[in-house]
């Protein structure tokens, strides 16, 4: 099952929004389809599809007003059953924190089940911690002793 964790993960991060507009937009081939009104969670907003040139898809919809994601969809093949899982993240609570817009909430669903929800409560952009952070000579490493 462990193999199988890590392995979604790796298909989440590959279909990151993130990645997703900073990577496949630069590549050549891309098609972007403009599918018109939707709605996500009780918002309005615009469909637009990105199609990279390996015919893999993310759906975005995105806020007309605000213009950020309420919602990021693809769909994968699972390896064992060879059937079609739905991923989305749903975006929320947009908040403008160190002039960067962060969604402050954030759900995950595969196949209509949540399977993750993240909500931040305190967040800071660009702390800088000290270098002795990253020494392993200063840093006190303390085993945790078995009961």
Do not use: C
Not at 54 to 60: A, H, I, M, P, Q
Not at 80 to 97: C, H, L
């Amino acid at each position: 099952q462990k193999e199988e964790k890590l392995q979604q993960g790796v298909v989440r991060r590959y279909y990151s929004l993130e990645n997703v507009l900073r990577g496949w937009l630069k590549e050549p081939g891309i098609l972007l389809l403009d599918e018109g009104p939707s709605i996500s969670e009780g918002h309005l907003g615009e469909k637009v599809t990105i199609i990279n040139s390996k015919n893999e898809s993310v759906t975005l919809i995105v806020d007309t007003t605000t213009h950020l994601p309420l919602e990021k969809r693809f769909s994968t093949r699972d390896p064992r059953y060879r059937d079609r899982d739905e991923e989305s993240t749903i975006y929320g609570d947009w908040k403008m924190i160190q002039g960067i817009n962060t969604p402050r909430m954030t759900v995950t669903k595969r196949n209509g089940e949540t399977i993750a929800q993240q909500i931040i409560l305190n967040i800071s952009y660009n702390t800088h911690p000290s270098e002795s952070l990253f020494d392993p000579a200063v840093a006190k490493i303390n085993p945790v002793k078995a009961q």
